[in-house]
């Protein structure tokens, strides 16, 4: 949020208008994407997801792999390991990280 307070986002209606290359979506916003939504958003070249809660990180992940992309995620929580699990390379951390996100990831921080 605190990145879209700074640069001044604009709302989600501007993913319509050719010229918008990225775009800043928080949690609260991903709780209303339907396919259309995500397909628009996940179509800019420069995405930025924040405050996002462990379901909507699966969510992302889930939605960028039915495009074809290849998804890396980072995470330390025990709350992330399914988002870890899902992606195709999951990236715990090492010194912080819980034993069920390092045991969901693929490598190690």
Do not use: H, Y
């Not at 986002?9 to 339907?34: H, M, S």
């Amino acid at each position: 949020q605190e990145i879209a307070d700074r640069t001044q986002a604009q709302p989600l209606t501007v993913l319509t208008r050719p010229d918008c290359k990225a775009v800043v979506v928080t949690g609260l916003q991903l709780d209303d994407f339907d396919r259309e939504m995500w397909d628009l958003v996940l179509a800019k070249s420069q995405i930025v997801f924040a405050r996002t809660s462990p379901q909507q990180k699966l969510e992302i992940v889930e939605n960028l792999q039915r495009r074809g992309e290849i998804v890396a995620v980072t995470g330390d929580g025990v709350n992330d390991s399914p988002a870890l699990k899902e992606a195709n390379v999951g990236c715990a951390m090492g010194i912080v990280g819980s034993d069920v996100a390092k045991e969901a990831a693929d490598i190690i921080l």
